[in-house]
């Protein structure tokens, strides 16, 4: 069954658009007037079974005649005169469950009016099998536009309610509006759809890289989306070769991005511009400062950036809570209450999985799940997974971990803390072997 929504104001209609979706499975019809409403209703083949009205104006004799329309359905009325239009509601021979809103409180009773209509099956969620969805970062696909796709929450087991249809028309913005309303940064997707947006990223890659204008920014939004998008795919159905085609296709876009000379000063001042938090861009910029430091110590080939990057984006990749990629020894561990046994093993053995993943890239350079297994180890032996000291550590992995806690020092200090106390703070624990000679870049560089 239908639901008729009448808003006569442009700024609210997305607002109060945004809650009805949550609740209301079926087709919203919306107009904007009650005198569209009026006929709307009038039409009897019109099936609905709820009518939201948002009205500004004053007449009642508009709302009294829309009330009177259909006497067996429910009514949902956003008004100032409430006492008013609760004594029309009140003539109606069937009461079911219409109520009336003070606009002057907002509209936030709206939602558990809808609950309530939801649990009395006036409004009906989708009873689907969980394993037909997938749950889906928003940052997987911000970037595509149109998405296409429908985008649902999950309200309880095998029950998923579609809040965003894949031919409304939606902007980056009410998503992610929404989203923090619910204090999730998940969608749910079909399966099926999840590889029409597969296709979607992959060939706005494909005609992204054959084009001959180059937008930086834009580019590196892609990647971001795009790593996003590799690591659900990876956890979920491993590196198939679609997967592994848009990972190749993404490296290429930020070997791009990063240019045959990086310079670390440049990366880290287009941090600050950018103002993007090194969660969000966690991957690419560690493919960025590690390439920029192998270029100082003249390891520029574009295989050690390949492999860099590669490295880069797959070396957390099976980690689940975003709040632990900062983590670089286990003792710290202990300081995150809130993880659970599970979790905690889950994060000693992510560098041996993720590793493990890389090994199932075809024609991937052969260091790249090395970094991977070492990027926790540190020189003195205090790291993890295999607690390997400085001389057992590889020189590419040796880099990839100064770049890596480099970045995590950044992210710390809230990337104002300044790179010379870094350099004085990490001198002892580098002086020695390979992290010697990298460290000493950032030394000249800083000091
Ligand atoms: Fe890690
Ligand atoms: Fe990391």
Redesign the pocket.
């Known amino acids: 069954m239908k639901s008729l929504f009448i808003e006569d104001n442009l700024e609210e209609k997305k607002e109060i658009l945004l809650i009805l979706k949550k609740y209301i499975q079926e087709e919203v019809i919306t107009v904007s007037s009650i005198q569209e409403g009026i006929e709307f209703s009038e039409n009897l083949d019109n099936k609905i079974g709820l009518i939201i009205c948002d009205y500004h104006g004053h007449s009642q004799v508009l709302i009294k005649s829309l009330i009177g329309i259909r006497p067996n359905i429910d009514y949902i009325i956003i008004t100032n005169k409430v006492q008013e239009i609760e004594a029309l509601l009140d003539k109606k021979q069937e009461k079911n469950l219409s109520k009336v809103i003070d606009r002057s409180q907002g509209v936030i009773e709206l939602g558990p009016i809808l609950e309530k209509l939801q649990k009395k099956n006036k409004l009906s969620a989708v009873k689907i099998l969980d394993s037909e969805f997938m749950k889906i970062h928003f940052n997987s696909f911000k970037t595509l536009k149109p998405l296409g796709v429908d985008l649902y929450i999950r309200l309880s087991e095998h029950k998923y309610l579609k809040l965003f249809k894949k031919d409304d028309s939606y902007e980056e913005e009410d998503l992610k509006k929404y989203l923090k309303k619910i204090k999730e940064d998940f969608f749910y997707l079909r399966n099926t759809e999840v590889k029409f947006l597969f296709e979607k990223h992959s060939r706005k890659m494909g005609s992204f890289l054959e084009s001959k204008t180059f937008d930086l920014k834009e580019s590196r939004n892609m990647i971001e989306s795009n790593i996003d998008f590799i690591h659900e795919m990876i956890k979920k159905v491993g590196a198939n070769e679609k997967v592994q085609e848009l990972t190749k296709k993404t490296v290429t876009l930020t070997l791009k991005v990063i240019g045959n000379s990086p310079k670390l000063s440049g990366i880290l001042k287009s941090m600050k511009r950018t103002g993007k938090g090194y969660m969000e861009s966690?991957s690419l910029l560690?493919a960025e400062v590690a390439c920029a430091l192998a270029c100082r110590v003249d390891w520029h080939s574009s295989t050690t950036f390949l492999k860099l990057s590669l490295a880069a984006f797959l070396?957390?990749i099976t980690l689940q809570d975003d709040s632990l990629?900062?983590i670089k020894l286990l003792s710290e561990l202990d300081k995150q209450s809130h993880l659970t046994e599970a979790q905690i093993q889950a994060y000693k053995r992510h560098p041996i999985e993720a590793a493990n993943y890389a090994k199932e890239f075809r024609e991937i350079p052969p260091d790249v799940d090395i970094i991977i297994l070492e990027?926790h180890e540190r020189p003195d032996g205090l790291g993890f997974p295999r607690k390997l000291h400085y001389r057992q550590i590889a020189p590419l992995s040796a880099l990839f971990i100064i770049a890596?806690d480099l970045l995590n020092y950044l992210y710390f200090t809230g990337r104002a803390g300044s790179l010379s106390e870094y350099v004085s703070l990490r001198a002892e624990e580098y002086s020695k072997g390979s992290f010697k000679n990298i460290f000493k870049i950032l030394q000249n560089e800083f000091l």
Do not use: M
Request: hydrophobic share 25%; aromatic share 0%.
């Open positions: 966690h560690l070396h957390d990629v900062h990027h890596h």
